[in-house]
């Protein structure tokens, strides 16, 4: 939560800064503006990528110590809720470890503004399967290890 307040200061700063440039007369201060926005916002962004995928690695190394998963299975996909903020597609997977436990991960994938638009305006379009913007449900083994042999590299 702080995290994303400090990456939309940085974006605030940015704003200031072009249209301190458009509308004002001090370039230097625009200039200052939208080069703090930017640092701010991209430490923001780093702060919050490192944590997310330490926390991933983490997840899935406390998984491999109990002999790896067995088998990997796609529960539900749900479509992006934006277009340009927000626009992380999140797959529900539920992993099978090798002493039988199974676990369920929620794990989101940022999906590229071009696609996410699409996703957004053809996925309203009635289809026999329903609409794109909705949540699937799944239920689709994606690997599952074969004679108790370890997955290949």
């Known amino acids: 939560m702080i995290l994303r307040?400090?990456?939309l200061f940085g974006v605030?700063?940015?704003?200031?800064g072009i249209a301190m440039l458009l509308f004002a007369d001090s370039t230097l201060a625009a200039t200052i503006l939208i080069v703090i926005g930017l640092l701010v916002g991209a430490i923001g962004g780093g702060i919050s990528v490192a944590r997310s995928t330490y926390r991933?690695?983490?997840e899935w190394a406390n998984l491999a110590r109990g002999g790896g998963p067995s088998s990997v299975k796609v529960?539900?996909?749900e479509p992006p809720k934006g277009v340009i903020f927000n626009r992380d597609a999140v797959f529900t997977l539920e992993v099978t470890g090798a002493d039988g436990a199974?676990?369920?991960l929620e794990r989101e994938m940022p999906v590229p503004i071009p696609q996410a638009f699409m996703w957004r305006?053809?996925?309203?379009?009635?289809?026999?399967?329903?609409?794109?913007?909705?949540?699937r449900?799944?239920?689709?083994?994606?690997w599952r290890r074969k004679n108790g042999?370890?997955?290949?590299?």
Not at 12 to 16: E, Q, R, T
Not at 121 to 135: N, Q, S
Not at 149 to 153: M, N, R, T, V
């Open 12 to 16: 605030l700063l940015l704003v200031a």
């Open 75 to 77: 529960v539900s996909v």
């Open 56 to 58: 991933s690695a983490r």
């Open 102 to 104: 199974s676990k369920r």
């Open 5 to 7: 307040a400090f990456s």
């Open 137 to 142: 449900e799944l239920n689709v083994e994606v």
């Open 121 to 135: 305006l053809v996925g309203r379009v009635p289809t026999p399967i329903g609409r794109l913007t909705e949540a």
């Open 149 to 153: 042999s370890p997955p290949a590299a």
